[in-house]
């Protein structure tokens, strides 16, 4: 079955840092493209960052300079760094794949609150 599991998020102060993990079964080769989205309450889900099988990586631009994706394929993990957490960065961040089918898959999200 496949399932794309988050964990990682909390509390953080302004200017503190987080590591978002995304635990992909039964593999994570059985996907292509991946990345991280956010959404806070009231607002649309957005894209933080993406990172292809090419090894491509996008970043919004709220996330460039400050958050990194990377991909570990021995522990079937997808992470995203966030560092210089503000407020605005408080979210609901989900996980996201897809395969070389058409398939898209979502975790359930994990909650990140920054306070000032």
């Known amino acids: 079955q496949v399932q794309l599991v988050e964990s990682g998020g909390g509390l953080v102060q302004a200017g503190g840092s987080l590591r978002l993990s995304c635990a992909a079964s039964p593999s994570i080769f059985a996907f292509d493209d991946m990345g991280w989205y956010r959404q806070a309450p009231g607002e649309q889900r957005e894209l933080v960052a993406q990172?292809?099988?090419?090894?491509?990586?996008t970043y919004a631009d709220s996330a460039k300079g400050r958050f990194t994706i990377s991909r570990d394929n021995a522990k079937d993990t997808l992470y995203v760094q966030l560092n210089s957490l503000q407020p605005e960065d408080t979210a609901v961040y989900y996980c996201?794949?897809?395969?070389?089918?058409?398939?898209?898959?979502w975790g359930q999200g994990t909650q990140v609150t920054v306070s000032s």
């Open positions: 996201y794949a897809s395969t070389r089918f058409g398939a898209n898959y």
């Open positions: 990172l292809t099988s090419a090894g491509l990586t």
